[in-house]
Nanobody, 114 residues
Framework: QVQLVESGGDLVQPEGSLRLSCAAS????????MGWYRQAPGKQRELVAG???????VYADSVKDRFTISRDNEKNTLYLQMNSLKAEDTAVYYCNGNPAFGYWGQGTQVTVSS
């Protein structure tokens, strides 16, 4: 069974920081291109950051220079460091392949509010 388990979401004030983690199992993690996605109410799910199997990264313009995606292949874990958070970052955050596989984990809620 493939499992993607996101954690680290929280309620945080604007300009605050969070670090999200994604534990992957049931895949050969080290050879997969991965990404972080988010979905806010009433909006489509969007890719916010991607990382290739070789460690090359891409970011949506809305999070560039604020978020950093990384991976630890020895731990089969994907990370998203989120700095300078804004209210518009409020969403459920998911990890998945990039492009996405045909399944999703439960996600982790990030709420940015004063």
């Amino acid at each position: 069974q493939v499992q993607l388990v996101e954690s680290g979401g929280d309620l945080v004030q604007p300009e605050g920081s969070l670090r999200l983690s994604c534990a992957a199992s049931g895949i050969i993690f080290s050879i997969r291109d991965m990404g972080w996605y988010r979905q806010a109410p009433g909006k489509q799910r969007e890719l916010v950051a991607g990382i290739s199997s070789r460690g090359r990264t891409v970011y949506a313009d809305s999070v560039k220079d604020r978020f950093t995606i990384s991976r630890d292949n020895e731990k089969n874990t994907l990370y998203l460091q989120m700095n300078s958070l804004k209210a518009e970052d409020t969403a459920v955050y998911y990890c998945n392949g990039n492009p996405a596989f045909g399944y999703w984990g439960q996600g982790t809620q990030v709420t940015v509010s004063s």
